[in-house]
């Protein structure tokens, strides 16, 4: 009987051990990494963003995007024909809301697009700004739920929770979070009835030292539709010119 | 030959019964009691869109249109404040709270909530650099300043001033859209749903009404339930009148057994098989009760008579069965393949019409014939003193020897002038009989049902909508600013039109974009020029927005766009009037349009339901009609039986459409279903009558005495059931629910018409005529 106890007691010390060493980090810690994230200075792609509907009919659109860090962005919509040339223009504040730009060649003017919203969709797809990451760290809370591999990459899967007065459409996200690059692979939007709304996945690439998105899919469920970003043609750190992030330059295709 | 032969095989039957009582008694009740657990089954269709036929056309583009923009069942709330205007923290606050609690709600289109507080409706608006898009109400106003500048944008908003918030500003609009209600109960539990949020949230200075399709079909539901408390007052009338008529216990009791077995043994049959019973169907038991009663009445006079001239009981219950048992299968037969030829009918409402009426008549039938003569052999005979009370001479003697002697006298112009005129009178009110169905119309003006729906209807752009489909043959179509003119020319139509609150479609948000990218001027409160722009607004928009926010009014794909036409009535005559003035509108100015429009959603479902049950009504009055002809003329071999049962039929059906045209009641789903019911009725009594005229025939005696012994016995029957039924159905005239009225008028109407018919009409043909289906038994026994 004593072996027994004796048997039980040193199971349960060795989880307790296993559990410290894996869990090393608090979910804060980790999920302040994630924020902090080395970027490219800057990065050029093509991107083709496929938005899917329940019938799994494919409209294709094609851009060009420019980006300054992670802070300033520029878009030149390609294709469809009745939007080519129109370009979008964004700057993303810490401290108030964002900055946005349009660029219509049909009106031939630029316009300044406002909203505080979150909720916003990002250029009519699925993702919301909020869904691409533009949250502020301090709006939420964390725990750790468990670690699991996805596509074979071990993860933190991790629960925020808004706090309360912030603005979002969820009440909760889980993120699996990759341990060896933290960066989310996977995230599961809840929605304020506390259902699956959402699921993201992404899949990263290697350009030179840093670790980029090449594929973005969100599955919206509960309207059965799916936006899909796939970058091509990626370049990190090419030394693009500050000065191009400016409404100016909206007018034409870089 | 025959007809002794199939009497013998009955009467060696009921002696077989009259020596088994408590087997048949205990056999009886062990099908009933099995019958009665299926009850439990029986689920009630309150989705009346689901009755309708598949493949009918509105249900095709209906379900496309709500497959293609989702939900269907529109709920309205309104918020209204006594004091001040709803620009109130506490009240904005209030609004918020139920808008949130109404969107997560199960079953609700996150999408389509449409709210002052709902994240979806955006305030566009121009500036000096571009344009902002921002939700209106993120946040309910803290400050003095807040509040004024929300109700300035919103006061000032084309799409939604007077949508959202009334113009007087007393009041706010909440537009919920469900996919469907299974998650909250169904439309029974829609509204106690929707009541646990807006309850809390009313003092004295808040109210708040509901309306829209669900809430209708709730407060239908609710009084039809109604008559769960009423059936009882009903059944008691008709007892004291049984117990008028026969003077005993036994003659109250025992055809109101029947009656209600044979309801019992219907409803378990339809839970059994999982038949949905309806709204329209929940008068069915009415019918049942009645036939079954009617039936019952027959053996019972039988009976007495017998036992009068036997003074055995158990012979007594032998010959009454024997004899009228007969008559009884063929006029239970002829009645319920009548019904259940029904069944062919597309519609669900009306094949479990047709199934429910059929076994409703078979059990009563089979009651009849088993566990009522089991019954009778045990119950103790009628004294004396019974004998003589029943014996008595009553009212309904007056009455049939009245008749007798009239129809002897062959002074017959009166009656038939009189017929005349009833029939002149009917076809004058049948021109005026209107098509016409409005829910609303049914309920009491002080009922909250109506409250709610006046005060929405004031307040709100409407508590139903109509939807117009524009459709056209490839992706983008949509953008073409051409097709954008033609919806805007039929929308600004729609807007016209009366009794029509608000139009909503993608016209009126290009319109305020083109205006916000042009500093709010209103010189560009138009529809952008080209495609191009057309698409870039809508890029842009989609930037600040979320990608469902147009879910509701136009496809992804731009091949598709809906007007939806908010309208402050649910009748079917406006429906139809909105459906032809829009028809004709496309006909006539866009008919070179690219677009294809079609109208349905909403409002026209139950235009399309009405069509469907008013129709099918008559078609089931023909259907049955030509059965009873048939199968009539086939027993008695002669269709001059046939012709003669129909006869008093058909008079009631004319007089009571010509009285309900005469007195503005409309023809619509639930009057249709009575002189559907009155058919089924009538066929029985003209069976009786005919068989005992032959049956006195047979016997010797005289045209004459035979006419005057059918209408002392199966005619004094005939005017007890009928009364009895008439007269227990007028205790729903004092219902407030004027579906229940109509019922305790029409009803009795139907049985009295029927009834004098068959008690007046077919005995002076039958003399003046003498058709060969009855002078046959005289040369038979000559």
Redesign the interface.
């Known amino acids: 009987m004593k072996t027994m106890k004796r048997l039980a007691m040193g199971a349960i010390c060795t989880a307790l051990m296993c559990t410290s060493m894996t869990f090393g980090q608090t979910a804060d810690e980790i999920m302040k990494k994630v924020d902090t994230r080395v970027v490219p200075k800057d990065t050029k792609s093509m991107m083709k963003m496929n938005l899917i509907d329940s019938k799994n009919q494919v409209r294709q659109r094609d851009l060009k995007t420019y980006k300054l860090g992670d802070k300033k962005m520029m878009m030149w919509f390609l294709s469809p024909a009745d939007v080519k040339g129109s370009s979008f223009f964004k700057i993303e504040n810490d401290d108030k809301d964002d900055d946005m730009w349009i660029y219509l060649p049909a009106l031939g003017k630029v316009r300044r697009v406002a909203s505080s919203a979150t909720n916003g969709s990002f250029m009519g797809s699925d993702f919301t700004y909020e869904d691409m990451g533009d949250r502020n760290i301090k709006d939420y809370t964390y725990r750790l739920l468990k670690s699991e591999t996805v596509e074979g990459k071990a993860c933190w899967v991790i629960e925020s929770m808004p706090k309360t007065g912030v603005s979002t459409d969820y009440s909760k996200i889980i993120s699996w979070i990759w341990k060896d690059q933290y960066c989310e692979l996977k995230e599961e939007f809840y929605n304020k009835k506390g259902t699956l709304k959402k699921v993201k996945t992404a899949e990263m690439v290697k350009v030179k030292t840093y670790w980029v998105p090449k594929r973005f899919l969100m599955n919206d469920l509960s309207v059965n539709h799916k936006t899909e970003m796939l970058f091509d043609k990626i370049e990190v750190d090419t030394g693009l010119n500050p000065k191009i992030f400016d409404q100016n330059n909206m007018t034409k295709i870089y | 030959m025959k007809k002794n032969r199939s009497e013998c095989i009955i009467r060696s039957y009921v002696t077989w019964i009259t020596r088994h009582p408590y087997l048949v008694i205990v056999s009886a009740f062990v099908i009933t009691a099995v019958l009665a657990f299926f009850i439990k089954n029986l689920h009630m269709e309150m989705d009346t869109d689901r009755l309708l036929p598949q493949s009918h056309p509105t249900v095709v583009l209906g379900d496309r249109i709500k497959e293609t923009f989702n939900g269907k069942y529109i709920v309205v709330a309104n918020v209204e404040v006594k004091e001040g205007t709803i620009y109130n923290k506490a009240i904005l606050e209030k609004v918020k709270r139920i808008t949130?609690k109404f969107?997560?709600l199960?079953g609700v289109i996150?999408?389509n909530v449409l709210s002052i507080a709902s994240?979806n409706i955006k305030d566009i608006r121009g500036?000096a650099?571009?344009?902002?898009?921002?939700?209106y109400m993120?946040n309910v106003p803290s400050t003095d300043e807040e509040m004024a500048a929300l109700r300035d944008r919103m006061s000032h908003d084309p799409n939604y001033s007077g949508v959202l918030v009334s113009k007087d500003e007393k009041s706010a609009t909440i537009i919920l859209d469900f996919h469907n209600l299974d998650g909250i109960g169904g439309f029974m539990g829609a509204k106690d749903a929707l009541d646990k949020i807006i309850n809390p949230e009313k003092d004295a200075n808040t109210s708040i009404h509901l309306a829209g399709s669900p809430i209708s079909v709730y407060w239908l539901g609710h009084y039809a339930q109604n008559m769960k408390r009423v059936f009882p007052i009903a059944l008691l009338v008709i007892a004291l009148l049984l117990f008028f008529a026969f003077r005993t216990g036994q003659g109250m009791l025992i055809p109101l057994v029947t009656a209600l077995l044979s309801v019992i043994w219907a409803l378990g049959f339809l839970g059994l098989t999982h038949t949905p019973l309806d709204i329209f169907n929940i008068m069915t038991p009415i019918l049942i009760l009645a036939i079954a009663a009617g039936h019952s009445v027959q053996i019972l006079k039988r009976y007495y008579e017998e036992y009068g001239r036997l003074k055995d009981n158990k012979a007594a219950v032998i010959e009454s069965t024997t004899k009228i048992g007969m008559v009884m299968l063929v006029a239970g037969f002829v009645a319920a393949a009548g019904f259940f030829s029904l069944i062919t009918f597309r519609n669900l409402s009306m094949k479990a019409f047709g199934v429910f009426t059929a076994v409703g008549i078979v059990s009563a039938l089979i009651i009849e014939m088993t566990f009522i003569p089991a019954l009778r052999t045990l119950l103790s005979p009628p004294d004396e003193k019974h004998m003589n009370r029943e014996q008595a001479h009553s009212i309904f003697d007056t009455v049939v020897e009245k008749i007798s002697n009239l129809i002897i006298s062959r002074k017959w112009t009166g009656l038939i002038i009189g017929t005349l005129i009833v029939l002149c009178l009917a076809f004058f009110g049948l021109i005026r009989l209107k098509t016409e169905n409005s829910p609303s119309s049914y309920f009491h003006e002080n009922s909250e049902f109506r409250t709610d729906l006046k005060a929405i209807n004031t307040n709100a752009p409407g508590a139903y909508i109509v939807q117009v489909l524009a459709e056209g043959n490839e992706q983008?179509i949509i953008?073409d600013p051409q097709s954008l003119r033609d919806m805007q020319k039929l929308q600004e139509y729609a807007a016209s039109l009366p009794d029509v609150g608000k139009t909503m479609s993608i016209v009126d948000i290009m319109k305020t974009i083109n205006k916000a990218?042009h500093s709010d001027s209103s010189e560009y409160n138009v529809l952008?020029a080209?495609?191009?722009?057309?698409?870039?607004?809508?890029?842009?928009y989609?930037?600040?927005?979320?990608?469902?926010d147009f879910?509701r009014i136009v496809t992804?794909?731009y091949d598709k766009a809906v007007i939806t036409i908010y309208t402050k009535y649910d009748s079917y005559d406006y429906a139809k009037k909105i459906e032809s003035k829009l028809n004709d509108y496309v006909k006539e100015n866009l008919k070179e349009s690219h677009l294809k429009f079609q109208v349905g959603g909403g409002i026209m479902y139950a235009a399309a339901l009405t069509d469907i049950i008013v129709h099918g009504k008559i078609k089931n009055i023909l259907q049955i009609s030509a059965i009873i002809f048939l199968v009539v003329s086939l027993v008695f071999l002669s269709f001059y039986a046939g012709l003669l049962t129909l006869l008093p039929l058909i008079i009631s059906v004319l007089v009571n459409m010509g009285f309900m045209g005469l007195t503005g009641i409309w023809l619509s789903v639930a009057t249709a279903t009575i002189s559907a019911m009155a058919i089924g009725l009538g066929a029985d009594y003209g069976i009786y009558f005919m068989y005992r005229f032959r049956e006195q025939m047979s016997k010797g005696k005289s045209w004459e005495d035979a006419m005057t012994e059918t209408e002392k016995h199966s005619g004094k029957a005939i005017l007890f059931v009928a009364s009895a039924v008439a007269l227990g159905y007028m205790c729903l005239m004092l219902s407030g629910f004027k579906l229940h009225i109509y019922l305790g008028i029409l009803v009795p109407l139907a049985m009295i018409i029927c009834s004098l018919g068959t008690l007046t009409l077919i005995p002076m043909i039958i003399m003046w005529l003498k058709p060969r289906f009855i002078s046959h038994y005289e040369k038979q026994t000559k």
Do not use: C, H, I, R
């Open positions: 949130e969107t997560q199960p996150e999408g994240s500036t650099e571009g344009m902002e898009v921002n939700q993120e983008d953008k990218m952008p080209s495609k191009d722009l057309v698409a870039q607004y809508l890029l842009m989609s930037m600040s927005s979320s990608p469902s879910d992804p794909d």
